[in-house]
């Protein structure tokens, strides 16, 4: 492989500069990464045959493109870092902007009303999905009605409806015609935004929940329905908890992509400089709104502020994924592990008891010897049913061995 490296380099390097005059670092690597996948694949066909060649070539292709994928996300999650954590203190999680002015230094103040608001709009985002994902999740996998196929095209449209379409959809039917009215829950407010968000989450977690039932396999529903139980207790009782894993795992994703979510909440939410507990009155502020409104600002403090708040939002986000995946791990492979680790008898060891005596098994009636002449019809010489007729060898006519 190292070989054929620097085959492609010094080729692409000969045709670049000699040949032609090239088109840039950008062409240079590209030619030369193809140029590589080429030679190695030749070298390996010539030594190991085109099979392993094929496997070889598409594992390095692969390989590739984690690589090429992983290091935007690992830039990109380091520059947050080394932003952030400059202004990241202990205040940041227990005081709100309440008196801190937009040139006061950066460790002026906290994010505690953006995350209390996260916290609170998630929370009725998850009491308004979870139940009506779950139900229409069985409602598609589970049932044979004909409104299947409307519900599912529903699903998938609003699979693909932009985060912003839903916040002004609550916007112009919930708060635009009641502006001038004094209603306090029908305002900018955090359940506004929560109901902005469950139009994000709800296909998310649909369709995961959806497709998590598909894995149950149909003889655990056949033997729930066989033993007498309806169709509406063998999912409560049989379906749903073998899927608990999936489904929780599906719930832990949706937040993860709801609590992201910054442009709904700038027409339901509209943020708040300090802390409001009541979701139900008044503006309320997040922590995608605190990053928003504070990385626009003029000020270098109030831009540290706004770094140190996507860390934040950063570190829960890859928190959910990593719990996500937990709960969602292989527990097969580890279980067949433990069961190759458990320790067997040492030698020497007191010999196990013994088994308790089987009982022999019912001797079954031999068959009687019938003499030349005889009536085999009388009751003393009637042979059971299925047995052969064998002769007594101890008898006269009996046979020589």
Sequence with gaps: MLGC??????????????????????GFMVVAYFSFLLLYGLVTADRLGTLVAADR?????VTTGAVVLLTPLVWLVGYVVVKGVAALRPGFFLEDQGGVQATAAATEGGG??????????????????????????????????????????????????????AGLFIYAVFILPYAQQDIGILDFNGFMAALALTMIMLPTVTRTVEVVLRLVPGGLREASLALGSSRAR??????????????????????????????????????????NTNPFRTQQESLPLFVYRNIQAASEPARARGFTGALVLLTLVLTLFGAARFIGRDRTGRQARRRRR???PETGAAPSPPSPAVAPPPRLPTAVAVRPGADRSSAGDREPPGAATTADPTSEEAPGP
């Excluded at 009303?113 to 709009?121: K, P, W, Y």
């Design 112 to 165: 505690l009303h953006a995350i209390v608001g996260s916290l609170e709009q998630v929370a009725l985002t998850l009491i308004m999905t979870v139940p009506l994902a779950v139900a229409t999740a069985v409602f598609l996998n589970e049932t044979r009605s004909w409104f299947r196929r409307p519900v599912r095209i529903f699903v998938d449209a609003m699979s693909g409806l932009p985060s912003i379409v």
């Design 234 to 275: 063998s999912v409560w009782s049989v379906v749903l908890p073998t899927a608990r894993t999936g489904v929780t795992t599906a719930v832990v994703l949706g937040i993860a992509r709801a609590v992201g979510e910054t442009a709904p909440l700038l027409f339901t939410a509209f943020g708040y400089d300090l802390l």
């Design 342 to 344: 458990l320790p067997l």
């Design 5 to 26: 490296a620097l085959s492609a380099l010094a080729l692409t390097w000969l045709v670049f500069t000699r040949l032609t005059e090239g088109s840039g670092w950008f």
């Design 57 to 61: 070539v598409v594992t390095v292709a």
